[in-house]
């Protein structure tokens, strides 16, 4: 029979201390997530998703051992234990993750929403649908495609033997439409996407008008001349290369050889201009938390600070092998990683970044950055698209054209940072900013 977690808690941790294992922890998750997608006024597809997991660490003989279940029953008690003890004999190595007891204060922080959690499936359903009537209902040159709903609650919670007593839940909701538009011989996609924590945030017609004009502005599209141009890249486009690029601030890639940035704390690796801030207290964050994975307090700190690397992403592990405390930025099974990471924004609007770059290229768009990019030299090659801009003012889509460059060069060339700071749909956001040179190979 399942329990609830709060019981089966108790119950581990009595079978763990009868069976020697001490201290114990326990890491418990759950997610729940619901997905409507429509096409052509139908109801194509309809997800709901449940899952649970569990995983005990305790320490026997002086190694820590690990083990997991998916089931809160009473039969899964005796399994985590006989787990974790076969675990902790095959060990090998000194170097163990230990079990901690709570940090002195935690800071509350909420990105969950109970309204939100008491929105039935019909209405989500009936949303996709409006989604979808509008779009059939768009320009004649747009064929819509899909439009989708989505919802998503995920609690995560960590107790043990010392103390630790830790659980946070977060929930929000997104909507998103795609289109192809098409006039003479000239194609483009559309695409829009809106996010929130409540259903006044995810607007039937934003989404489709959204979709709309992405997939229309784009029509006609021309191609860019090869050469080096100065470069404004839309905030969410540069939030996809800081999210492409966001190991190399993670001090385990460090200390591993992964990053360039190894020992470098101190020093100017970017612009003045450029701050890059990793904020887990973010109120409403898509990454917020009050803890880490390994049950250590979250604070906020500025990554880079005026140009200067000011500190790396540690866990416990990498923190005590560079002899500092830990960021609180540990992401589960050793890996480290960010929160709520963002360049800070700057000053100017959009235009106004535009009016200065003067002639040069608005970069909306970038694919193939799994393929086209190095993670750890920081180079990068990606098949894009925007719009040429002559003094300052845009004068024509482009596309099908190569933007080359590498990730460290660009924090240097940035000359200047926008005020419209983004995050779509992701914990990694930015805003436009104003690059002063890359490679484009176009016509």
Same mark, same amino acid.
């Given at each position: 029979?399942?329990?609830?977690?709060?019981?089966?808690?108790?119950?581990?941790?009595?079978?763990?201390?009868?069976?020697?294992?001490?201290?114990?922890?326990?890491?418990?998750?759950?997610?729940?997530?619901?997905?409507?997608?429509?096409?052509?006024?139908?109801?194509?597809?309809?997800?709901?998703?449940?899952?649970?997991?569990?995983?005990?660490?305790?320490?026997?003989?002086?190694?820590?051992?690990?083990?997991?279940?998916?089931?809160?029953?009473?039969?899964?008690?005796?399994?985590?234990?006989?787990?974790?003890?076969?675990?902790?004999?095959?060990?090998?190595?000194?170097?163990?993750?230990?079990?901690?007891?709570?940090?002195?204060?935690?800071?509350?922080?909420?990105?969950?929403?109970?309204?939100?959690?008491?929105?039935?499936?019909?209405?989500?359903?009936?949303?996709?649908?409006?989604?979808?009537?509008?779009?059939?209902?768009?320009?004649?040159?747009?064929?819509?495609?899909?439009?989708?709903?989505?919802?998503?609650?995920?609690?995560?919670?960590?107790?043990?033997?010392?103390?630790?007593?830790?659980?946070?839940?977060?929930?929000?909701?997104?909507?998103?439409?795609?289109?192809?538009?098409?006039?003479?011989?000239?194609?483009?996609?559309?695409?829009?996407?809106?996010?929130?924590?409540?259903?006044?945030?995810?607007?039937?017609?934003?989404?489709?008008?959204?979709?709309?004009?992405?997939?229309?502005?784009?029509?006609?599209?021309?191609?860019?001349?090869?050469?080096?141009?100065?470069?404004?890249?839309?905030?969410?486009?540069?939030?996809?290369? #800081?999210?492409?690029? =966001? *190991?190399?601030?993670?001090?385990? !890639?460090?200390?591993? @050889?992964?990053?360039? &940035?190894?020992? %470098?704390?101190?020093?100017?690796?970017?612009?003045?201009?450029?701050?890059?801030?990793?904020?887990?207290?973010?109120?409403?964050?898509?990454?917020?938390?009050?803890?880490?994975?390994?049950?250590?307090?979250?604070?906020?700190?500025?990554?880079?600070?005026?140009?200067?690397?000011?500190?790396?992403?540690?866990?416990?592990?990498?923190?005590?092998?560079?002899?500092?405390?830990?960021?609180?930025?540990?992401?589960?099974?050793?890996?480290?990683?960010?929160?709520?990471?963002?360049?800070?924004?700057?000053?100017?609007?959009?235009?106004?970044?535009?009016?200065?770059?003067?002639?040069?290229?608005? #970069?909306?768009?970038? =694919? *193939?950055?799994?393929?086209?990019? !190095?993670?750890?030299? @920081?180079?990068?090659? &990606?098949?894009? %698209?925007?719009?040429?801009?002559?003094?300052?003012?845009?004068?024509?889509?482009?596309?099908?054209?190569?933007?080359?460059?590498?990730?460290?060069?660009?924090?240097?060339?940035?000359?200047?940072?926008?005020?419209?700071?983004?995050?779509?749909?992701?914990?990694?956001?930015?805003?436009?900013?104003?690059?002063?040179?890359?490679?484009?190979?176009?016509?």
């Amino acid at each position: 029979m399942e329990m609830n977690v709060e019981t089966f808690a108790a119950r581990v941790f009595e079978a763990a201390e009868q069976a020697g294992i001490a201290p114990a922890e326990i890491c418990f998750g759950s997610s729940e997530s619901f997905t409507a997608r429509t096409r052509a006024g139908a109801l194509e597809d309809y997800q709901v998703s449940d899952r649970v997991s569990l995983t005990l660490r305790g320490k026997v003989g002086g190694r820590i051992g690990t083990a997991s279940t998916q089931a809160l029953d009473e039969e899964s008690i005796g399994l985590l234990i006989s787990g974790v003890k076969e675990s902790a004999s095959l060990i090998e190595t000194d170097e163990q993750d230990e079990i901690l007891p709570p940090d002195a204060h935690y800071e509350t922080v909420c990105n969950y929403s109970e309204a939100l959690d008491a929105v039935p499936a019909q209405e989500k359903i009936a949303l996709a649908m409006d989604i979808d009537r509008r779009m059939q209902a768009c320009d004649a040159r747009v064929k819509p495609d899909s439009s989708v709903v989505r919802s998503a609650k995920e609690t995560f919670c960590m107790k043990n033997t010392l103390g630790l007593d830790l659980t946070h839940t977060s929930n929000l909701i997104y909507a998103y439409a795609s289109a192809l538009a098409k006039e003479g011989e000239s194609a483009a996609t559309g695409f829009k996407l809106l996010w929130g924590y409540g259903m006044d945030a995810v607007d039937a017609q934003a989404v489709a008008e959204g979709c709309q004009e992405d997939a229309l502005c784009q029509l006609g599209a021309g191609r860019m001349k090869s050469g080096k141009t100065a470069v404004v890249i839309r905030g969410g486009t540069m939030a996809d290369l #800081l999210s492409t690029f =966001s *190991g190399v601030f993670s001090a385990d !890639n460090a200390q591993k @050889g992964l990053s360039l &940035l190894d020992g %470098r704390e101190g020093e100017a690796i970017a612009s003045e201009c450029v701050t890059l801030t990793d904020d887990p207290l973010m109120p409403w964050g898509l990454g917020s938390s009050p803890f880490d994975r390994e049950g250590a307090a979250c604070r906020t700190k500025n990554v880079i600070e005026g140009g200067v690397l000011r500190t790396l992403l540690h866990n416990r592990k990498t923190a005590k092998k560079a002899g500092v405390e830990t960021t609180g930025n540990a992401a589960g099974g050793g890996r480290v990683a960010p929160s709520n990471f963002f360049i800070a924004p700057g000053s100017q609007t959009k235009d106004e970044l535009l009016a200065k770059m003067g002639d040069g290229l608005y #970069l909306t768009d970038v =694919s *193939g950055l799994h393929a086209g990019a !190095n993670p750890i030299s @920081g180079d990068f090659s &990606l098949l894009s %698209r925007g719009f040429e801009v002559k003094d300052g003012k845009i004068v024509r889509p482009v596309e099908q054209f190569t933007v080359a460059g590498n990730f460290y060069q660009l924090l240097k060339d940035v000359a200047a940072v926008g005020s419209d700071l983004i995050f779509e749909g992701s914990p990694i956001g930015s805003p436009s900013v104003l690059v002063s040179a890359l490679s484009v190979a176009g016509e």
